[in-house]
DNA sequence: AACTATTCCAACCGCAACAAA
DNA sequence: ATTTGTTGCGGTTGGAATAGT
């Protein structure tokens, strides 16, 4: 699948990676750590660039990528995450463990796109179709899960949005209403920030990397304290796994991945199964909410205590426990690699790698953290 | 069975941001 | 202050897989 001509002049292998190579590359990874991508071809024996290895990785070899069908759930988040963030990928992707963001990304153009345009909501402003389109493009749709504009807005559980959980904010509504709210609103407040580009831009703060932190308080920055969910679209991810956010996000952090730590009980890896993971997880927890992330909100607010990051954060723990993330982890030859899940690591990027590294020097690889240029 | 059209998704590209020299 | 190298992001492309004829 050569996509274009080379032009450099050691001719740089493209398309898809072969078995071959992507043994190689993972080798290599698990002995040097992840990072430092311009050196790795040339180390791992890869006729890649550097560029392409560390899409790879992160697209594709992880081994906590979560694999197969996004559940409903998810589809629910991307949906209304879109509506107030646009096409910020990344910052999509870091509220979906497990997922990319060239996955989101797909998913949307390939799926949701065509799915709300048949139930007559142009994908792109997340508002009603001109009538008439909107007739043209009407079609029965296999589930009632495509929201028009008000069900985008309330996706979260009845009883749990009125009482504990402000209704969550298409990007319209919320540009126009963010004048009118205080602390008080809570959620709304803290939306309150968003950018011109739509990104939201001066939320909770918590985390040392905002484009993670942000949508943790638009959820409820006072309730989850920073506690972001991690992705796996990029190192700002692992920084967030591996609790760099000061104060109780810490604390957060700390009991989320301590739970991961242990939850080593995976019983579904095959990706073919969709309700591996994360469906089944918050089937599991779907009792009471909708959303495990949005429930953490809810769960947290409740408590209205100023010291409510430790309560916060043990329900954070709790219901990352339920996630079960040893269930991202696909099968084939490279889950060996992750049956230990991740680790707590203090610094950002350091942190990231050295969990990374830590992941693999669990099962007798050399785990040396990389980039000593 | 053969061909064509469509869909899906992995990978590439260009750009921007950031850090180090 | 400037240059260089690296990383991350979003848009786009093209091939494989699938559906339709």
Redesign the pocket.
């Known amino acids: 699948?050569?996509?274009?001509p080379?032009g450099t002049k050691k001719r740089?292998?493209?398309?898809?990676?072969s078995p071959e190579e992507d043994e190689k590359l993972m080798n290599h990874i698990a002995k040097y750590g992840n990072?430092?991508?311009?050196?790795v071809p040339k180390i791992a024996g890869l006729e890649?660039?550097?560029?392409?290895c560390?899409?790879?990785w992160?697209?594709?070899l992880r081994p906590d990528l979560k694999r197969g069908?996004f559940s409903q759930e998810e589809e629910d988040l991307i949906i209304h995450l879109h509506s107030i963030l646009?096409?910020?990928?990344?910052?999509i992707?870091?509220q979906l463990p497990g997922r990319t963001?060239?996955?989101v990304?797909?998913?949307w153009?390939?799926?949701i796109k065509?799915k709300l345009r048949q139930r007559g909501i142009d994908p792109a402003t997340h508002k009603p179709l001109a009538p008439a389109a909107a007739a043209a493009a009407a079609a029965p749709v296999s589930r009632s899960a495509v929201f028009s504009e008000a069900e985008l807005i309330l996706s979260s559980p009845v009883g749990e949005v009125g009482q504990h959980m402000p209704p969550l904010v298409s990007a319209e509504s919320y540009v126009y209403s963010r004048g009118s709210m205080d602390g008080a609103a809570g959620v709304h407040a803290a939306v309150g920030g968003c950018s011109d580009d739509g990104?939201l831009s001066s939320l909770s703060g918590y985390n040392n990397n905002n484009?993670t932190a942000d949508f943790a308080g638009y959820l409820d920055a006072d309730a989850l304290h920073g506690a972001v969910i991690p992705s796996v679209?990029?190192?700002?991810t692992l920084n967030s796994m591996a609790g760099v956010s000061p104060g109780g996000a810490a604390n957060a952090n700390a009991n989320a991945t301590d739970e991961l730590c242990c939850n080593n009980n995976s019983n579904n890896h095959h990706p073919s199964n969709s309700g591996s993971g994360f469906e089944s997880s918050t089937t599991q927890s779907t009792s009471n909410h909708h959303l495990p992330w949005l429930e953490l909100g809810s769960i947290s607010s409740c408590t209205e205590d100023a010291s409510g990051a430790g309560a916060g954060a043990d329900h954070y723990g709790a219901a990352l426990d339920e996630l079960k993330w040893s269930d991202y982890v696909f099968d084939g030859g490279y889950q060996q690699y992750h049956q230990q899940a991740q680790c707590i690591y203090g610094d950002s990027?350091a942190a990231a790698d050295a969990a990374a590294a830590a992941q693999f020097d669990a099962h007798g690889l050399v785990g040396i953290n990389w980039?000593l240029?």
């Open positions: 699948m050569s996509k274009r080379g740089l292998k493209r398309g898809l990676w990072g430092c991508w311009s050196s890649r660039c550097g560029k392409s560390r899409l790879r992160i697209n594709y069908a646009g096409n910020k990928w990344s910052q992707a870091a963001d060239n996955e990304k797909n998913f153009n390939s799926f065509k990104s484009q679209s990029s190192s700002s990027k980039c240029n």
